[in-house]
């Protein structure tokens, strides 16, 4: 099952947001996630908030569209009473779960709501999670006719076994044929990869990412798999079915898939994310990690707007009801102290290879600069230009490099 909610703050029914989300909002960004809680079958490594149709408990898939809808006229209502600068969106994200589980119209009268809120930027970025299983020319076409310009597939692996493992569905062979017609509909095309799946080999891992370079995708995200509690994935590693990932082998994964990325043209701009070139980062990402304005709509959705983070009820129904009863779907929040705030910033900008200003630093975590630089985790020529960027080493050991910044 999804993980737990944060503790924090009741949110308030009405979902207020305080005046002082305003401050400074004419500078920020502001970006739309909508999360799509809907997936055929749960695979089994995934505990992300999303829901097959034996766990809906009477919440219905066909019903979605509309509720959200709601939501985001209440967002607008919210944003306008705590007096946030108006601005059109820059950028759209509709995650999961599988959005394209709901029909394309759906995912359309979605986003058009969006844009008939809040407008969108000329040049928005606007993108949808896919399964290779869940889409075909006609659906990705109608995609791109409704604005959509960028898809983002979870391919994970090229190797069968390897899939066979991650419980993924998809037949390998089908990655080149969903990147072709969302090429030939116009849109932008991303794919994610998994590595160090227990009985995956580093023959298996360079397979995969050849696999995903030969298809010129404009993306690539490659995650370290993560055994989450309460995952059949965690069951199967304690009772000794299957091996847990190991660490060094992982690191090896990573190492390889930089040299092969960077050979074909991808460049990292965060640990986990290679673009083609220069242009093709996930600018909704680096929206999240720069510390810019979104609301998250649908349940389990986090929303950030000016130093006040909120994340809505988890369950479908649950979501469903307070859609229907004309409450906010908010659960909890917390107001983020400066303290907090910049802490996050050294968190999320240390992994970022436009890298966290020193500045940011206290005087301890300035000088453990110079430690990291003879470690070889920090960039020496960055640093002297007051940034800190992870080198490679530094990017695989980042948990380590933020501890040292934070000085803990
Ligand atoms: C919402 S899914 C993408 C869309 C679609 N649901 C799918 O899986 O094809 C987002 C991505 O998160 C990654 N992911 C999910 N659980 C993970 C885990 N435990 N460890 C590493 N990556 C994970 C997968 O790469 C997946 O593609
Ligand atoms: S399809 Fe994606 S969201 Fe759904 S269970 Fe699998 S990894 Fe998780």
Redesign the pocket.
Same mark, same amino acid.
């Given at each position: 099952m999804p993980s737990a909610l944060p503790l924090a703050d009741p949110a308030p029914l009405d979902g207020l947001l305080p005046s002082t989300v305003a401050d400074g909002s004419g500078q920020r960004n502001f970006g739309v996630y909508v999360h799509v809680p809907f997936?055929r079958v749960r695979?089994g490594?995934?505990d992300?908030n999303t829901y097959t149709s034996d766990e809906l408990r009477g919440a219905k898939r066909s019903d979605y569209a509309g509720q959200a809808i709601a939501e985001i006229a209440l967002a607008s209502g919210v944003l306008e009473r705590a007096g946030v600068t108006p601005r059109a969106a820059s950028t759209v994200f509709f995650? =999961?779960?599988?959005p394209t589980l709901l029909p394309a119209a759906d995912l359309a009268a979605m986003l058009t709501a969006v844009e008939r809120t809040w407008g969108l930027e000329l040049d928005a970025e606007v993108t949808t999670?896919?399964?290779p299983d869940s889409v075909d020319l006609d659906y990705l076409r109608a995609l791109r006719a409704a604005g959509f310009t960028r898809v983002s597939f =979870?391919m994970?692996s090229a190797v069968p076994r390897v899939l066979a493992t991650l419980e993924r569905t998809h037949d390998p062979e089908r990655i080149p044929l969903v990147v072709a017609w969302a090429r030939e509909a116009g849109l932008r095309v991303s794919l994610?990869l998994?590595y160090g799946t227990p009985g995956e080999t580093l023959e298996d891992w360079r397979a995969s990412v050849e696999h995903a370079i030969a298809q010129r995708p404009d993306h690539i995200s490659a995650?370290?798999?993560?055994v989450?509690d309460g995952t059949k994935l965690a069951r199967q590693i304690r009772s000794g079915e299957l091996d847990a990932p190991d660490d060094d082998r992982q690191a090896d994964m990573y190492e390889l898939a930089d040299e092969l990325l960077e050979a074909a043209g991808y460049h990292w701009y965060e640990v986990s994310n290679w673009g083609h070139g220069s242009g093709n980062e996930s600018r909704h990402n680096l929206a999240y990690w720069q510390g810019h304005d979104w609301w998250g709509v649908g349940p389990g959705a986090h929303s950030h707007v000016g130093g006040v983070r909120w994340w809505n009820v988890k369950h479908p129904a649950a979501y469903a009801d307070r859609i229907l009863a004309g409450h906010s779907p908010a659960a909890g929040r917390e107001t983020l102290s400066d303290e907090t705030q910049r802490v996050e910033r050294v968190l999320l900008r240390s992994r970022l290879s436009e890298g966290l200003a020193t500045a940011e630093l206290t005087p301890a975590g300035r000088t453990a600069v110079a430690g990291l630089i003879a470690d070889g985790l920090v960039d020496p020529g960055a640093a002297l230009r007051g940034t800190v960027v992870p080198t490679l080493r530094g990017r695989l050991l980042a948990d380590a490099v933020v501890r040292r910044l934070l000085d803990d």
């Amino acid at each position: 099952m999804p993980s737990a909610l944060p503790l924090a703050d009741p949110a308030p029914l009405d979902g207020l947001l305080p005046s002082t989300v305003a401050d400074g909002s004419g500078q920020r960004n502001f970006g739309v996630y909508v999360h799509v809680p809907f997936c055929r079958v749960r695979c089994g490594y995934c505990d992300f908030n999303t829901y097959t149709s034996d766990e809906l408990r009477g919440a219905k898939r066909s019903d979605y569209a509309g509720q959200a809808i709601a939501e985001i006229a209440l967002a607008s209502g919210v944003l306008e009473r705590a007096g946030v600068t108006p601005r059109a969106a820059s950028t759209v994200f509709f995650g =999961g779960g599988t959005p394209t589980l709901l029909p394309a119209a759906d995912l359309a009268a979605m986003l058009t709501a969006v844009e008939r809120t809040w407008g969108l930027e000329l040049d928005a970025e606007v993108t949808t999670e896919a399964n290779p299983d869940s889409v075909d020319l006609d659906y990705l076409r109608a995609l791109r006719a409704a604005g959509f310009t960028r898809v983002s597939f =979870g391919m994970q692996s090229a190797v069968p076994r390897v899939l066979a493992t991650l419980e993924r569905t998809h037949d390998p062979e089908r990655i080149p044929l969903v990147v072709a017609w969302a090429r030939e509909a116009g849109l932008r095309v991303s794919l994610d990869l998994i590595y160090g799946t227990p009985g995956e080999t580093l023959e298996d891992w360079r397979a995969s990412v050849e696999h995903a370079i030969a298809q010129r995708p404009d993306h690539i995200s490659a995650y370290a798999l993560i055994v989450e509690d309460g995952t059949k994935l965690a069951r199967q590693i304690r009772s000794g079915e299957l091996d847990a990932p190991d660490d060094d082998r992982q690191a090896d994964m990573y190492e390889l898939a930089d040299e092969l990325l960077e050979a074909a043209g991808y460049h990292w701009y965060e640990v986990s994310n290679w673009g083609h070139g220069s242009g093709n980062e996930s600018r909704h990402n680096l929206a999240y990690w720069q510390g810019h304005d979104w609301w998250g709509v649908g349940p389990g959705a986090h929303s950030h707007v000016g130093g006040v983070r909120w994340w809505n009820v988890k369950h479908p129904a649950a979501y469903a009801d307070r859609i229907l009863a004309g409450h906010s779907p908010a659960a909890g929040r917390e107001t983020l102290s400066d303290e907090t705030q910049r802490v996050e910033r050294v968190l999320l900008r240390s992994r970022l290879s436009e890298g966290l200003a020193t500045a940011e630093l206290t005087p301890a975590g300035r000088t453990a600069v110079a430690g990291l630089i003879a470690d070889g985790l920090v960039d020496p020529g960055a640093a002297l230009r007051g940034t800190v960027v992870p080198t490679l080493r530094g990017r695989l050991l980042a948990d380590a490099v933020v501890r040292r910044l934070l000085d803990d």
